[in-house]
């Protein structure tokens, strides 16, 4: 006989696995520590490539006038300098990218939270089924 | 106001019925306006032109989420660079590059924001975006408002510098990098509209986050205004004062829309604020709760009280029925 409690419950869980779920429940695969730092690492790649392009742009740019740039610039100096830079813009992008991505695991984690809590129900209302 | 909030609901109830028809039906449209723009804008490359093209990409945005327009759209903006000059589509692609990587990443659900901050600018009344933007979302989005303005002003930017771009000799590939590079580094106009847009965003956010009456009203004209000064002073600096009589047009425009935003998503009744105060081990709470205008639909529902198929009887049948003489009947 249909249940219509858990064909209710079942519902729910259907839609939340293809709405909201679909973005919070791979990111519970993982521990907070380590999707962070995968996110981080990946974090760190595209930062380093967009300095890269910034730095292309602005060598580009200053092309024009490049020998006047460098006439008279100690060179190690320059490019310790660049190298402050990088690492400057690499920790804003990593700061910020550990506050978005904790807190979005920690959305997720109250989400699916809700998830887990119907699918026990569901358990439960099958098990009393079954010893009927 | 009843009849108003009425159709509010229908409205609602409408959306919750058919929201898979009506979000495709939408995405389709504002395909059609996206790709239409920017065939009209950047038309370089002349296969792309074809309305066939537009009609199919806004039929395959229409089914997929926003963000595959925002990538389709940047697709055909940088076939078109590359159609005019090879220098204007690198710099084009290293603009979306920075702007996902930097951005996008982070933030990846503002596909809607970016494209109608764009498509408005085009229209020349961006001014409802950071508004709309402060009203509805979190700080976090605010920058795909300015993501949207900077890729407007990098298309204009090209637009207005066709000269440099279409020149063949050889060593001038250099200038073309250069040009394409100084539509940002000295367009004061960019500078000028990412400032107001981010600082009106923030103005409205932190007056609708405040518990007085009327917050959002309040957020939303203050936040109109900040916005319209801003423009004003800066482009008298500028020296840009053909630009003003836009800047009004699109201030007025912003208002009516915020109101209708404000009508759609935050409509309280200030007459019934109850204010509770209540305690636990921890805190003491002073609660301001401010119920919502609403109005249940009206559920119409006709009662038959006469048998649906009446007999007619005549003045005979119907004396012959009672006993009585035909002529009392009269």
Redesign the interface.
């Given at each position: 006989m249909l249940s219509e409690e858990k064909i209710r419950l079942m519902t729910k869980m259907a839609s939340y696995e293809t709405g909201e779920g679909k973005e919070y429940m791979p990111i519970k695969q993982y521990y907070r520590k380590d999707y962070v730092s995968y996110e981080l690492i990946k974090t760190f790649i595209t930062s380093t490539i967009s300095f890269g392009i910034l730095f292309l742009c602005f060598v580009i740019y200053k092309m024009d006038d490049l020998a006047d740039f460098l006439a008279g610039k100690d060179l190690l100096e320059l490019a310790i300098s660049i190298g402050i830079k990088y690492v400057i813009f690499i920790c804003i992008y990593q700061v910020a990218g550990f506050f978005v991505y904790t807190r979005r695991y920690k959305r997720a984690t109250a989400s699916v939270k809700e998830f887990y809590f119907t699918l026990k129900k569901v358990e439960r209302l099958q098990e009393r089924e079954d010893w009927k | 106001m009843t009849g108003l909030l009425e159709a509010r609901e229908k409205l609602r109830i409408f959306y919750g019925k058919y929201e898979l028809y009506v979000t495709a039906g939408i995405k389709f449209i504002l395909g059609i306006l996206v790709f239409s723009l920017i065939n009209g804008q950047t038309g370089y490359m002349e296969r792309l032109r074809s309305p066939a093209v537009v009609l199919l990409l806004s039929l395959v945005c229409a089914f997929l989420p926003v963000n595959a327009m925002v990538v389709m759209a940047c697709g055909m903006i940088l076939l078109h660079l590359f159609a005019l000059s090879m220098e204007a589509c690198a710099?084009g692609l290293?603009l979306f590059?920075?702007l996902l990587?930097?951005y996008g990443?982070?933030a990846p659900k503002n596909g809607y924001t970016t494209i109608l901050t764009s498509v408005l600018c085009f229209f020349r009344v961006p001014q409802v975006m950071p508004v709309a933007a402060g009203m509805l979302k979190e700080p976090?989005s605010y920058f795909s408002v300015l993501c949207g303005a900077v890729v407007y002003f990098y298309i204009r930017g090209v637009q207005e510098n066709l000269a440099n771009f279409t020149a063949t000799e050889e060593t001038e590939e250099?200038a073309k990098?250069?040009a394409a590079?100084?539509i940002f580094?000295e367009n004061k106009e960019m500078y000028l509209v990412l400032a107001a847009f981010f600082i009106a965003s923030m103005v409205v956010y932190l007056i609708r986050r405040q518990s007085m009456n009327y917050a959002w009203r309040i957020a939303l004209f203050v936040g109109n205004m900040v916005e319209l000064v801003i423009f004003l002073v800066g482009y008298i600096l500028l020296d840009m004062t053909d630009k003003i009589l836009w800047v009004l047009i699109g201030t007025l425009l912003s208002i009516v829309i915020s109101l209708v935003l404000e009508f759609f998503f935050y409509n309280l009744d200030y007459s019934r604020v109850e204010r509770v105060q209540f305690e636990d081990d921890e805190y003491y709470y002073f609660v301001k709760a401010v119920p919502k205008v609403f109005v249940a639909r009206k559920d119409k529902r006709v009662k038959q009280i006469t048998p649906r198929n009446r007999v007619s009887a005549g003045r005979r049948e119907l004396a012959r029925e009672l006993d009585i003489d035909e002529d009392l009947l009269e």
């Open positions: - | 710099i290293c590059l920075l990587f930097l990443k982070f976090s250099l990098f250069t590079l100084k580094t």
